[in-house]
């Protein structure tokens, strides 16, 4: 069965950071990725996948992913953060069944 | 989303009592899912279908039910709440095409806005 782990349930980084959200995952087969967003009161928003070809993936509001098979690692990351990318950051990984399974979910904070 | 809608946005019921929770979809997809979020836990998938003659259990199915009505609507039926029922629930969508290299998945998934239940 596939599964994700997001080790982090919190980061906090200063506006204008890096800022990282890491993710790790485990399937069979190959891997199909995703990052989803959920702002406060607000449904989930797709930012980015991974789906074969180059491991950086670039996706919506300057976020990027880089893609390392030997890790088994899909972080999420953007050179320099905003306090309006404060949310909560899910990664999901797709089964053989078009199913998602999602992590935990890592709560990003970005303080001016 | 808009193109994902879910009624009602909250709701608090008690003990006991049957509720349905409505999705519809104007993406024109053919495949819904119900997820529960509860704090620490991430989504949780309570039932998908694939069309609207596909039904199948997610990973905690149990104390739930679905109907397909069409292809745009999909809802959740809680038989008998419970507290523990108490959660975030997302109805999200997506979408399958065939290409010329054969099928080609539109893997990601469009969510609602949520109804956030609370059962007393």
């Known amino acids: 069965a596939q599964s994700v782990a997001q080790p982090e349930d919190q980061v906090n980084v200063a506006e204008g950071n890096p800022l990282t959200v890491k993710c790790t995952y485990s399937v069979s087969g190959n891997p199909y990725l995703f990052w989803y967003v959920q702002y406060p009161n607000r449904g989930l928003q797709f930012l980015l996948k991974y789906i074969t070809g180059d491991n950086l993936v670039k996706g919506s509001y300057g976020f990027e992913a880089e893609f390392n098979k030997s890790q088994t690692s899909f972080h999420l990351k953007k050179p320099s953060a905003l306090v309006s990318d404060s949310a909560l950051y899910f990664c999901a990984v797709r089964a053989y069944d078009y199913k998602l399974s999602f992590g935990a979910g890592t709560t990003v904070t970005v303080r001016a | 989303d808009a193109d994902v809608t879910q009624t009602p946005r909250n709701r608090i019921t008690k003990t006991g009592k049957r509720i349905m929770l409505e999705c519809s979809q104007t993406?024109?997809?053919?495949?819904m899912y119900w997820y529960r979020q509860d704090p620490g836990l991430g989504l949780r998938l309570i039932y998908y279908?694939?069309?609207?003659?596909?039904?199948n259990k997610g990973e905690i199915s149990d104390g739930y039910s679905v109907s397909r009505q069409a292809q745009a609507k999909f809802s959740l039926s809680l038989e008998s709440a419970i507290p523990n029922q108490t959660a975030l629930y997302f109805c999200a969508t997506s979408d399958w095409k065939s290409g010329l290299a054969g099928n080609v998945s539109h893997h990601e998934q469009f969510f609602g806005p949520g109804t956030r239940l609370t059962v007393l």
């Open positions: 993406k024109g997809h053919d495949r």
């Open positions: 279908s694939f069309d609207v003659k596909d039904i």
